[in-house]
């Protein structure tokens, strides 16, 4: 429940019952369901589940939902600078990942109201006794948009050739080697696949949701390599080119302006009426540049749909009676927001650090990142930020994961507690100024990503809350795309406060970050084909917990290993995590079918969404 830290008359408005979860076992592989999320000023119903049917030997995917009108456009927005690719398997920001999202599905999904995986290509799927065999069966008949069959071998092509491969992203291969191997991939027949996983693997009914590939499609920049498939599917690539299985195929997209989407004709869901879906002719993604842009143009009627700031939710709801839209509460945000501290102490080909040497010490000092955080006024941030529309955070699950440690105990600010930790490793202030004890003036860059207003003004209180104890912070929002570079490739960075995607259900898919050879293990990002002796103990720690918890089969067993890495987040401050905010949005009351989740968001469900008379 949201901290009562706001006005007493939104409070009453806003709070709903949040997500709480159970536990379902689905043979000895662990799947979990969880409650319809969130609250809202609109009334919620529970999502009515699409149902398999077959007519003329066609296998489609049947809409529950009430029956709507086709025809016209839902135009949604993206912040920053537009995706950098349509390749689902070549993306590696939320951006392009949505966009590919919307044109390639998988084999699975996610149920918006239980979490249990299910069917989408696939028209059903089985899981053996025990546990490390899946056997996928497709629907048959149902076509990519050129008119193709979708079939068995487009989803070994996929797995096999792509995906295990190592092409593009390597994220799902990389969360997938299971003591050094890779699970396998075979065709039993033209609509039934085998997959077999060294182990039982609890995350790897999830991981089927991987968007499929049309093998007669992407064959060739897979022939052509790393570099060709690289650059396959690039923003420049004509949209009339594109071989897509979602709901929507691309139309146009102008750089930096807007990305247009068009139905696909051959899509494999049909309403109850036997109709092919999706309802709308188009469905539109705007390039807004930053959050206040993204704003100005809902007030202008140019989008439909809007997550709104914590700062502009009072305005809305006061405006909503009276307006085209309402407000939906999705609970607390499945993501996490941080800030953290390079602790890479390596050299480059030149023989320099990448990190200042002086920085890097403070970095890697335990007592300097405890009392940076100590430091940190979150409470303060969740009321003037998010206007109390939240609550501190201090671990690296979500506050609606199922997997929360519930005993890690939250702390207010406590600056006295600060300069103790500081002054046990010998820093001091002299005029107002830290210094450590060599006499260096500490003082540091600290990134964002710039047209973010919320993550901007979140620098600004940190930059004031580490100035209290003398820290000199010189704040740089930079373009996302550079931030990254920092990141990942120069790791030329001192801190930075950024924010990661999860999933309430499966802490595996933060294994990029937390095992010490992650490709996003960006606090101490070790470089290629480098020895272990620059991990550092609870390091080795995290590996294990990720690679255990991944193996355990019962939930009770997962858990375990999943409050244990938390704890050691917790006390280790690699990531110093800020609050967790929870998720408004607007949407215009026009549009029926709407089912929000605080799973899947409000327009997941977008081929069944329709806009009303």
């Given at each position: 429940m949201i901290r009562r830290v706001f006005r007493v008359l939104l409070v009453i408005l806003l709070i709903g019952v949040l997500c709480k979860a159970c536990l379902v076992k689905d043979s000895d592989i662990i799947t979990e369901t969880r409650t319809s999320s969130g609250s809202s000023s609109a009334e919620l119903t529970s999502y009515p589940a699409p149902e398999n049917v077959t007519i003329d030997g066609?296998?489609?995917?049947?809409?529950?939902?009430?029956?709507?009108?086709?025809?016209?456009?839902?135009?949604?927005s993206t912040i920053g600078e537009g995706p950098k690719t349509f390749n689902p398997f070549n993306s590696k920001d939320n951006t392009s990942s949505t966009m590919a999202g919307v044109?390639?599905?998988g084999l699975l999904t996610t149920n918006p109201v239980t979490g249990q995986p299910s069917p989408k290509l696939a028209k059903s799927y089985e899981i053996s006794p025990d546990g490390k065999t899946y056997t996928i069966h497709l629907r048959r008949g149902i076509k990519w948009s050129d008119g193709k069959p979708i079939t068995a071998d487009d989803v070994v092509f996929t797995w096999r050739d792509i995906i295990f491969a190592g092409l593009g992203d390597t994220s799902t291969r990389d969360s997938l080697v299971i003591d050094d191997k890779l699970p396998t991939v075979r065709k039993i027949d033209d609509y039934t696949v085998e997959f077999t996983t060294p182990k039982p693997y609890a995350p790897f009914i999830r991981m089927l949701s991987a968007s499929i590939a049309p093998k007669h499609y992407f064959l060739s920049a897979v022939k052509g390599g790393a570099e060709t498939f690289d650059r396959f599917l690039g923003t420049t690539t004509p949209p009339k080119d594109i071989v897509v299985s979602g709901a929507f195929k691309l139309k146009e997209y102008v750089p930096a302006q807007r990305v247009v989407f068009e139905r696909n004709p051959n899509y494999y869901e049909i309403n109850k009426e036997k109709q092919k879906l999706p309802y709308l002719d188009r469905f539109i993604y705007l390039i807004v540049g930053d959050l206040n842009n993204e704003v100005l143009k809902f007030e202008a009627k140019e989008l439909d749909v809007i997550s709104l700031q914590g700062s502009k939710v009072a305005r809305y709801k006061s405006l909503e009676a009276h307006s085209d839209f309402k407000l939906y509460n999705l609970g607390p945000a499945t993501g996490t927001m941080y800030l953290s501290m390079n602790l890479n102490n390596r050299k480059g080909k030149n023989g320099k650090f990448y990190v200042n040497p002086t920085k890097q010490k403070w970095f890697q000092d335990l007592n300097f990142r405890q009392a940076v955080d100590y430091a940190i006024d979150r409470k303060n941030m969740v009321f003037n930020i998010a206007n109390g529309i939240g609550e501190p955070l201090f671990t690296p699950e979500s506050l609606n994961s199922i997997y929360l440690n519930k005993n890690i105990k939250p702390y207010s600010r406590n600056l006295e507690k600060s300069r103790e930790l500081l002054k046990k490793s010998g820093f001091y202030t002299k005029k107002g100024k830290l210094y450590d004890k060599d006499g260096n003036r500490v003082e540091f860059d600290l990134y964002t990503n710039a047209g973010n207003t919320e993550r901007e003004a979140i620098g600004v209180m940190v930059k004031q809350d580490l100035e209290d104890l003398g820290m000199k912070v010189n704040f740089k929002p930079i373009e996302f795309n550079s931030l990254v570079n920092k990141l990942v490739s120069t790791f030329d960075w001192d801190m930075v406060i950024m924010g990661l995607t999860g999933s309430p259900l499966e802490p595996n898919g933060g294994k990029n970050v937390w095992l010490s050879d992650g490709r996003l293990h960006m606090f101490n990002m070790r470089l290629p084909d480098e020895g272990k002796d620059k991990i550092l103990p609870w390091e080795k720690e995290l590996d294990e917990c990720f690679t255990k918890g991944a193996l355990a089969t019962k939930f009770e067993d997962r858990k375990k290993y999943y409050d244990k890495y938390q704890e050691i987040v917790y006390l280790q401050k690699p990531f110093?995590?800020?609050?967790?905010?929870?998720?408004?949005?607007a949407i215009r009351d026009k549009f029926k079918n709407i089912y929000p989740s605080g799973l899947n968001g409000i327009i997941y469900n977008i081929e069944e969404i329709y806009r009303g008379k």
């Open positions: 066609i296998d489609y995917l049947e809409s529950q939902a009430p029956v709507g009108n086709f025809g016209g456009e839902l135009i949604a044109m390639f599905d110093i995590y800020i609050y967790s905010p929870v998720i408004i949005v």
